[in-house]
């Protein structure tokens, strides 16, 4: 007899950030050994390593808020499927390139990301909550010029000098 798991969305979007959690947290360990090797060069890719992983992290925790804020005003990117997805390619770029462990980290990360977009198909409620869609924002976009999507008939003008 056979069992067969079913699984909600919500159970399948806390799996996926808990293992992308990981992922990252092992990401973050590889740039520190990677660091502690020594190098100038190694310095400096494992700085930008650990920068990617955290600002990935906090967007898959959504902790601290503080932070999240900003990132939603500065860096809403990262919380979209594409946005992820090139951050993960460069991240993934510097891991090929420290030794045996960040290889393997680097496949990880991608077989991740890669994952996640095949949960799309599977599971679109899911997949949803995990990301944003594309230009989700610009619908709620306040403009200092008012509606600037031309019903309006305003159109910005630089100002005049």
């Known amino acids: 007899k056979s069992s067969c798991i079913i699984m909600d969305d919500a159970a399948i979007v806390s799996t996926f950030r808990g293992l992308s959690a990981i992922t990252f947290l092992l990401n973050f360990i590889c740039a520190i050994v990677f660091m502690s090797k020594g190098g100038y060069l190694g310095v400096i890719i494992s700085f930008y390593t650990i920068a990617i992983s955290l600002f990935v992290l906090v967007s898959i925790i959504q902790q601290p808020q503080s932070l999240v804020d900003k990132m ?19 991240l993934c ?23 996640i977009r095949v949960l799309a198909g599977s599971f679109p409620g899911a997949f949803e909550q995990l990301f944003r869609q ?28």
């Open 72 to 90: 939603n005003t500065h860096a809403e990117f990262v919380f979209t499927y594409k946005g992820r997805l090139i951050v993960d390619f460069f």
């Open 93 to 115: 770029l510097f891991l090929f390139g420290m030794g045996g462990f960040g290889v393997a980290m680097g496949v990880i990360t991608l077989v991740l990301i890669l994952g």
């Open 134 to 161: 594309e230009g989700a924002s610009a619908e709620n976009f306040d403009s200092p010029y008012g509606d600037v999507t031309g019903t309006s008939g305003f159109s910005p003008q630089p100002a005049d000098l």
